[in-house]
C-alpha cells in the first residue's frame, strides 16, 4: 500500500485466529518494511492520532467508533470487520492488568488472545489451565502484547510456549 500524503509503503500482515488489537498492532509496527516505533507514527499515518497507543494498552473507553476502525483498517490493509473480531465484543469488561497468557495455545499460535484478558475468564477453555500472570520463571509480569517481539519472558528471555509446562489445571 502506497500512503498518498506520506509516500509510505506498507507491507501488509496477516491476522492470527483470535489475535488480540494489541498484538497485531505491535506486529503490524514491526513487520518488514513497516517499521513504527510507537503507536503514534501508525495513529498519525491512519489520521486517528494517538488512540492507537491507548488501544494497545487495551483502554476502549470511548470504545473504537466505526470511522476510527475504518481509517485503521484501510492502513493495516484488512477489512474492518477483521479488525472489529480484534476487540472485546461490546458489552465484555476488560482486565487491564496483569496481562494474562496461555503458553500452551501460544505454542500452537504465536499470539496473544484477546479473550485472554476478559474480566470473567481466568483459564483457557482450549487446554483447561489457568492462565498465567507472570513469568514461570522469573515471576516477572508480562508486558502489554504490543511488545512481544520474540515470544519470551523480557527479562529471563523463556520463551512463552515453554512456560506451559508450569500452567496448572483450570
Known sequence: MEDRENGLWLNRIEPYEGESISHFLGRFRRAKGNKFSAPSGLGQVAGIGAVVARWEKFYFN??????????????????VDRLVQMLPPKGVTMKLKPIRLCGACYGESPCH????????????????????????NCETPFPIPALWEKGECPRCLLPFATMARRQKPG
Open 113 to 136: 488472545r484477546i479473550e485472554w484478558q476478559f474480566k470473567e475468564v481466568y483459564k483457557c477453555d482450549r487446554h483447561n489451565l489457568r492462565l498465567l500472570l507472570k513469568c514461570t
Open 62 to 79: 470511548p470504545f473504537p467508533s466505526r470511522q476510527e476502525l475504518e481509517a485503521l483498517a484501510d492502513v493495516v490493509m484488512l477489512d
